[in-house]
């Protein structure tokens, strides 16, 4: 199997629902398609961001084909595995290669604290169901698992597991990860207020939140910094930084769809248990996205 190439900017697209909390499979083909149009590299669907815990096995499905759809082959469409159990995992493992999608972000099992064996034996298991190429996502203050470096290392042998989502929210795993396993894995950075750091370390990729509602802001931050203007790509972020903060903490996926909903008119709506920001919490965000509305930088100035 020939190793995939994950660089540069892959939205983790947010799951636009109706009033009543039903998908809404047109607002996932638009969003996709205003991803593309800004100039970003992959899509990923039912990721954190996505509300895949909210989601059933039928309606990933669903939208991995609405946005396979809308990508018509222009980048790669990713489905992220998060399911409860190994078994359910590779079954929408198969599943997802049937209708199409090009790669695999995946999840330890959740809800269990597995030990470091059984997560190997997770992934291992997870990359013989298909034969996608598979980002490891590691997360483990949302979590609790940490998938080191060690684990990396040990994983290396099976060529499918191409890159990593480094999501710890320390930077020196980055350095950790290269000195362990070199350039085994591409790495790509998830976090989104530390991905201009994290890119200057050595990601090759931004697995990215606040994109949804300003993709070309991120793609400029990154083909920037790909081209050493960390000057001008520090300009561009520095502005960005109040908005990328709504990428941390239990209600990103509020934070992130108001955001949305005030810079392009999409809806807020998220499936409970999460409810709408209400009070202080969204006075904030809409204080935050307002201010950056104002000051919006103009990236013609840039010539990218």
Same mark, same amino acid.
């Given at each position: 199997?020939q190793?995939?190439?994950f660089?540069?900017?892959?939205?983790?697209?947010t799951?636009?629902?109706? =009033? @009543?909390?039903?998908?809404?499979y047109?607002a996932?083909?638009?969003d996709?398609?205003?991803q593309?149009e800004a100039?970003?590299?992959?899509i990923i669907?039912?990721?954190?961001?996505?509300?895949?815990?909210t989601? $059933?096995?039928?309606?990933?499905?669903a939208?991995a084909?609405?946005?396979?759809?809308?990508?018509?082959?222009?980048?790669p469409?990713l /489905?992220?595995?998060?399911?409860? $159990?190994?078994?359910?995992?590779v079954?929408l493992?198969? @599943?997802?290669?049937? %209708?199409g999608?090009?790669?695999?972000?995946?999840?330890?099992?959740?809800?269990?604290?597995?030990?470091d064996?059984?997560?190997?034996?997770?992934?291992?298991?997870?990359?013989?169901? $298909?034969?996608? *190429?598979?980002?490891?996502?590691?997360? *483990?203050?949302a979590y609790?698992?940490?998938?080191?470096?060690?684990? /990396?290392?040990?994983? $290396?042998?099976?060529?499918?597991?191409v890159?990593?989502?480094?999501?710890?929210?320390?930077?020196r795993?980055?350095?950790?990860?290269l000195?362990?396993?070199?350039d085994?894995?591409?790495?790509?950075?998830?976090v989104?207020? /530390?991905?201009?750091?994290s890119?200057?370390?050595g990601c090759v990729g #931004?697995?990215?939140?606040?994109?949804?509602?300003? =993709?070309r802001?991120?793609?400029?931050?990154?083909?920037?910094?790909?081209?050493?203007r960390?000057?001008?790509?520090l300009e561009i972020?520095r #502005?960005?930084?109040?908005?990328?903060?709504?990428d941390?903490? *239990?209600?990103?996926?509020?934070?992130?769809?108001? %955001?949305?909903h005030?810079?392009?008119?999409t809806?807020?709506?998220?499936r409970q248990?999460?409810? *709408?920001l209400?009070?202080g919490?969204?006075?904030?965000v809409?204080?935050v996205t307002?201010?950056? /509305?104002r000051?919006?930088?103009d990236?013609?100035?840039?010539?990218?």
């Amino acid at each position: 199997m020939q190793k995939s190439d994950f660089r540069g900017v892959l939205p983790a697209i947010t799951t636009k629902l109706t =009033p @009543d909390q039903e998908v809404d499979y047109a607002a996932v083909r638009a969003d996709v398609a205003f991803q593309i149009e800004a100039g970003v590299d992959a899509i990923i669907v039912c990721g954190s961001l996505g509300e895949a815990s909210t989601l $059933s096995r039928g309606e990933k499905l669903a939208i991995a084909t609405a946005a396979i759809e809308a990508a018509a082959g222009r980048v790669p469409v990713l /489905l992220t595995l998060a399911e409860d $159990s190994t078994r359910a995992a590779v079954s929408l493992a198969a @599943d997802a290669e049937r %209708v199409g999608v090009e790669g695999l972000m995946v999840l330890p099992g959740m809800r269990y604290l597995a030990d470091d064996q059984e997560v190997i034996a997770h992934y291992r298991t997870v990359a013989g169901a $298909s034969s996608l *190429p598979i980002i490891v996502y590691n997360n *483990p203050i949302a979590y609790g698992i940490d998938i080191t470096p060690a684990m /990396l290392r040990e994983l $290396s042998d099976e060529p499918k597991f191409v890159a990593v989502k480094e999501s710890t929210g320390d930077t020196r795993r980055i350095n950790e990860t290269l000195a362990t396993v070199g350039d085994r894995y591409q790495l790509l950075t998830g976090v989104d207020d /530390l991905a201009l750091e994290s890119l200057i370390l050595g990601c090759v990729g #931004w697995i990215a939140g606040l994109v949804v509602a300003f =993709p070309r802001e991120t793609v400029a931050i990154y083909r920037l910094v790909l081209a050493g203007r960390i000057a001008e790509a520090l300009e561009i972020y520095r #502005w960005f930084l109040p908005l990328l903060h709504m990428d941390i903490g *239990p209600k990103f996926v509020q934070n992130i769809k108001l %955001v949305e909903h005030i810079v392009r008119g999409t809806s807020p709506v998220v499936r409970q248990p999460r409810l *709408p920001l209400a009070g202080g919490e969204e006075a904030h965000v809409r204080a935050v996205t307002e201010a950056g /509305l104002r000051t919006r930088p103009d990236l013609s100035k840039y010539s990218l």
